[in-house]
């Protein structure tokens, strides 16, 4: 019974690292990234599609990125999503492919970058941490119902918080290397 609880509280852990690790890729920094083009969903045929779903999309250098359609009819859709999202970038339209050029950062918008990740890192923290606390509310009721003993109890909840040291440290890495790749010009 214990050991399916700290499973558990280990595996919703990772995943709450692994969403952030995507969510940081997105993060716009001066450098084209595939990743930075994963929220845009494009009006395809009267449905909303994902752009990876109807085009192909490379970088041919750090700074541009390529999209080609498989239907050139829907290069006007994808300029126009492009257009409405937060990425605060331009398409180039030549009729086949769209170009994007990736603006430099100034020194404000990556300050406020590094903030926004930031506020996304103590968020990630803080769901680490009330996976910990319901893990060991779950121990607590495990004591109370007499399934394990004070000393089992202790022993799990000392597993549990090893497992949120661990994970809020990774946080803590993620969140310096994307703030050093965010500073760097």
Not at 13 to 23: G, H, P, R, V
Not at 55 to 61: E, F, G, L
Not at 109 to 134: A, F, G, H, P, Y
Request: charge should be positive.
């Amino acid at each position: 019974m214990t050991k399916e609880v700290l499973d558990t509280a280990k595996n919703n852990m990772l995943k709450s690292i692994e969403s952030l690790k995507q969510d940081l890729q997105k993060i716009r920094t001066g450098r084209a990234n595939v990743s930075m083009l994963d929220g845009i969903m494009v009006n395809y045929y009267g449905q909303s599609t994902s752009l990876s779903q109807v085009a192909t999309i490379a970088c041919p250098d750090a700074k541009t990125f390529s999209i080609t359609p498989w239907e050139t009819n829907v290069l006007k859709d994808i300029e126009a999503s492009i257009l409405n999202s937060a990425l605060g970038m331009a398409p180039i339209n030549d009729g086949k492919m769209i170009r994007i050029k990736v603006p430099e950062l100034t020194e404000d918008r990556r300050k406020d970058l590094v903030k926004q990740m930031k506020t996304n890192l103590e968020k990630v923290k803080i769901s680490i941490r009330n996976i910990r606390r319901d893990a060991n509310e779950h121990f607590k009721k495990l004591q109370n119902n007499k399934d394990i003993t004070e000393d089992e109890k202790k022993q799990c909840e000392d597993e549990v918080q090893k497992f949120t040291n661990n994970y809020i440290d990774q946080v803590g890495q993620l969140g310096e290397a994307k703030t050093k790749e965010l500073m760097t010009v």
